[in-house]
C-alpha cells in the first residue's frame, strides 16, 4: 500500500502537478491521521472491555466473599446462642438449692469446654485487600459503589475492634478462676486428663467452695455473648445489603453493555 502511494506522488511530481500532488499529500496526510485515530479508539475500546472484565471479576469476588461471611456470621450466631445456654444453665443450676453433684459437675464442664470460649470475628477480607493495596479500587468506575465498598469493609475494622475490646476487658477478670481454681480439670476434651482423678463428689464439692469466681465468668461470658451476637446482626443485615448493591451494579453494567 506504501508503494503505492509512492507511485503516485512520483507520477505525479514527474509530470509537474504541484498542487495536485500536494493536494493528494494531504489528503494521505488525513488519511494517515483518520487510521491513528482508529487505532487508538480500537485501543481505547479494548482497554475498556479489559477494564470492565476485572470489575466485574472484583465485584464477583466481593459478592462470594461476602456471602460466605454471612454464612459465617450465622453459625457464630448460632455458636454463641448455644454458649449462653450453657452459661445460663450453670447459673441456674448454682442459684439452685436443689441439684445433684453429677448435674453440677456436667453444666460446669459445659461451661468451661462451651461457655468460657470467646466469640470470633473472621470476615474474608482479601479481595478487599488487594483492590486497597494495588489501587485497583479505581477500576470500580461508580464512585458512590466504590465509597459504599470501603465503608463496608471499615465496618469490618469497627466490629473487629469492638470484639477486641470485649476480649481485651475479660481477659482480666477471666483469669483468677483458672487460677485460683481447678476448673480447667473440667475441659474433658483438652486438659482434665492432667490431673489426678477424683470423685464427682470432690469435684461438686470445689465447685461450690468457688461458686462466686464460677457465677462472676458465666455472667462475664454471657453479657460478653450478648453484646457480639448484638454486633453480628447488625454486620450481617448491612452485609446482606451490601451483596445487594454489588448485584445490582452487575446487573447494571451487564445491561448497559446489551444497550
Known sequence: MITFFRKIRQKLLSQNQITRYL?????????????????????????????NQQQKSYLTRLIQENKSDVLT???????????????????????????????????????????????????????????????????????????????????????ELDFKVNTDWAIPIDAPLFMQTDALRFDTGLTSFLFSEISVGTMADEIKANQELYLRNAALHYWINKD????????????????????????????????
Open 228 to 259: 457480639c451476637i448484638r454486633l453480628l446482626n447488625e454486620i450481617n443485615a448491612e452485609t446482606l445489603i451490601f451483596i445487594n448493591h454489588l448485584e445490582d451494579s452487575i446487573k447494571s453494567d451487564k445491561k448497559s453493555s446489551k444497550e
Open 73 to 159: 456470621f450465622a453459625a457464630e450466631i448460632e455458636r454463641l446462642e448455644k454458649n449462653s445456654e450453657k452459661i445460663a444453665n450453670l447459673s441456674s443450676i448454682l442459684n439452685s438449692k436443689v441439684y445433684s453433684d453429677s448435674l453440677l459437675v456436667l453444666s460446669t464442664t459445659e461451661f468451661i469446654i462451651y461457655g468460657s470460649l470467646y466469640p470470633s470475628f473472621n470476615p474474608s477480607i482479601s479481595t478487599y485487600e488487594d483492590l486497597s493495596s494495588t489501587g485497583n479500587l479505581g477500576i470500580i468506575k461508580d464512585t458512590g459503589l466504590r465509597d459504599q465498598i470501603v465503608a463496608h469493609y471499615k465496618k469490618y475494622q469497627a466490629v
Open 23 to 51: 493536494v493528494y499529500a494531504l489528503g494521505e496526510i488525513v488519511l494517515v491521521v483518520i487510521g491513528i485515530l482508529i487505532a487508538l479508539q480500537i485501543n481505547t475500546w479494548n482497554e475498556n472491555i479489559k477494564l
